[in-house]
């Protein structure tokens, strides 16, 4: 709804009544004569040129200009920072060594996939990181991002954070992970760390279709994962999308149980 026109409250003036042009006015009464354009006016008086003004500031005593990022969540839409300037990722050195092999995505299954005694579309939603290389991987400052929540990290690894050869990592949406998940060998289980400041969004993958990307530490991607579009992988009502054989085959719905976070699909840990 607009403002309402505003209303005129006094009556117009009668253009020059009763007044005759110039009628009883001195043009110049009040005026001294001889008073100049600049008379008591000096330009630069009080101001010194750019005075509490320092030309250099945010800029080094070199001239050179400060990094424009520090991290890949410093660059709009979570592209990868190098050497302080934001670019278009790249893939990561660590792509093929940290592989996805599992996921459940939000609202896939009606289960308590997390063991906590709660079912939820949201919490009970994972993905399965697996370290097929031959060296332990640092994860820190490491982001787990999805399309929809550009601005938001799904999860955020903290320094120190990370991952054994041969063994799996498993992020669930929210909840809790059961003490009997808890003790898989080969497995370390986590919950989400993002943090909305409205509402709860999990790890944020919608039911039908979405494309999640792990990037690390400059932003350069990890793991690229797209589900739901033409030539994608389609989720699968009540069972997870996993890789068929596991860490090397192409994805397809769980052929065994509903899921197996932190295991392989028959249920065998990842490494004693």
Do not use: K
């Not at 800029?59 to 410093?74: I, K, M, T, Y």
């Not at 990592?169 to 909840?175: A, R």
């Not at 808890?182 to 790890?203: I, K, R, Y």
């Not at 065994?256 to 065998?268: F, I, K, N, R, V």
């Amino acid at each position: 709804m607009g403002w309402p026109a505003r209303q005129r409250t006094h009556a117009p003036h009668e253009r020059d009544e009763g007044v005759e042009n110039d009628e009883g006015v001195d043009p110049d009464d009040g005026v001294p004569p001889d008073l100049g354009p600049d008379d008591g006016v000096e330009p630069d008086e009080g101001i010194e040129p750019d005075e509490g003004v320092d030309p250099d500031d945010g800029v080094g005593p070199d001239g050179e200009v400060p990094p424009e990022c520090g991290g890949p969540g410093d660059c709009l839409d979570f592209r990868a920072c190098v050497d302080g300037e934001c670019v278009d990722p790249g893939e990561s050195p660590f792509a093929g060594a940290v592989i996805l092999n599992e996921i459940l995505v939000d609202g896939a299954i009606d289960v308590d996939a997390n063991g906590d005694g709660d079912i939820s579309a949201v919490e009970d939603a994972f993905i399965e990181l697996v370290n097929v290389g031959a060296d332990p991987i640092d994860l820190g400052g490491w982001l787990l991002v999805e399309r929809d929540l550009q601005g938001l990290p799904r999860h955020t690894f903290p320094g120190g954070a990370s991952i054994e050869p041969g063994e799996a990592l498993v992020i669930f949406g929210g909840g809790a992970v059961s003490e009997e998940l808890e003790a898989t060998p080969g497995a370390t289980f986590l919950v989400a760390n993002a943090v909305d400041p409205a509402f709860a969004n999990g790890l944020g993958l919608g039911a039908a279709a979405d494309r999640l990307r792990l990037l690390d530490a400059t932003g350069d991607e990890v793991v690229v994962f797209e589900y739901g579009c033409e030539d994608c992988p389609t989720p699968a009502a009540d069972r997870s999308l996993t890789r068929i054989p596991d860490l090397v085959g192409d994805f397809d719905e769980h052929p065994e149980t509903a899921l197996s976070p932190g295991t392989l699909a028959d249920g065998t840990p990842f490494s004693e």
